[in-house]
């Protein structure tokens, strides 16, 4: 994998998850991931997971687009803490040494990538937040991924950015069928040489054109930037990815989309969602038959 750089956006208001929300951004909610000595599962906020598993894949770069009240959580959360390993080394417990361990492995990542942290003092949108990135990206391709959506499997992460290299496009987006579509971005595809070409897209649309939703990770050439600050306000008088993605595609602009399929992902913006995403999370990182009826809407 070549592509080096990813922008993480944690900058919304997050409402529908109030009160836990009004002083800690909702990419703050923790989910749970298999532990390094098969005990108990290790509980890590969200926007730690994203970082360690795009790291894990190969990128080295992150910029971190955060609202003011992430200003001091996410970052303190994130900046290496040697004491409170050294505190948890002199209680000498068993069941600590997986935690000191995941935190020894999250500062070496920390420390072996190049990290930037934009701090917004008033959300504009998710195309503000990414248009905020200009400075970092400079003329790289770059990954888009916004701070609220859980994958369970950053797998596919390799074959879309794999298919992204043999297309000559200005971006691809990742789709994904379903049936309630409120709320989500939503796309029109064709096929051409065996490639699903975007020619259509709509933030939030009262009259869906198709059933393709997308998915809030992307990848982009710079030039969305530009096409970013041609385009207008749009949903909630804010500036959408999406709009912007609609401005390269009446240019004439190749955009192709990935199949994200039927695979499990989770936004957690609203309470079921998360709650959806937390008891997954929680089956997937003990592995046992125990959960193994556990219902996931």
Not at 53 to 82: A, T, W
């Amino acid at each position: 994998m070549t592509m080096n750089t990813a922008i993480i956006t944690t900058g919304g208001l997050g409402t529908r998850m109030l009160t836990f929300t009004k002083s800690v951004p909702k990419t703050m909610l923790p989910i749970y991931t298999k532990s390094d000595f098969n005990s108990i599962p290790t509980f890590k906020p969200l926007i730690e997971y994203i970082f360690e598993n795009l790291y894990d894949i190969g990128f080295r770069r992150f910029c971190f687009v955060i609202g003011k009240k992430g200003e001091k959580v996410i970052i303190n959360h994130m900046k290496p803490n040697m004491e409170f390993i050294k505190i948890l080394k002199k209680r000498n417990l068993q069941e600590d040494k997986q935690f000191i361990n995941s935190l020894l492995k999250l500062n070496k990542k920390i420390k072996n990538s190049e990290i930037k942290w934009i701090i917004q003092k008033t959300p504009k949108g998710f195309g503000d937040a990414l248009l905020s990135s200009k400075k970092f990206v400079k003329n790289e391709e770059f990954l888009l991924h916004a701070g609220d959506t859980y994958f369970p499997n950053y797998e596919f992460i390799k074959k879309f950015i794999s298919m992204n290299k043999k297309s000559n496009n200005s971006s691809t987006i990742v789709l994904s069928k379903m049936k309630n579509l409120k709320g989500y971005g939503v796309a029109q595809i064709k096929k051409n040489n065996g490639e699903n070409i975007v020619i259509n897209l709509e933030e939030k649309p009262r009259n869906p054109k198709s059933d393709l939703a997308i998915l809030p990770i992307y990848l982009f050439k710079p030039e969305i930037f530009q096409a970013l600050k041609n385009t207008k306000k749009g949903y909630n008088k804010e500036l959408q990815v999406t709009d912007a993605i609609m401005t390269l595609v009446k240019e004439n602009k190749k955009i192709i989309s990935y199949n994200y399929g039927n695979q499990k992902w989770f936004d957690i913006g609203r309470h079921k969602n998360y709650f959806n995403a937390l008891t997954y999370s929680y089956k997937q990182s003990l592995n046992t038959q125990k959960f193994s009826k556990i219902k996931i809407n």
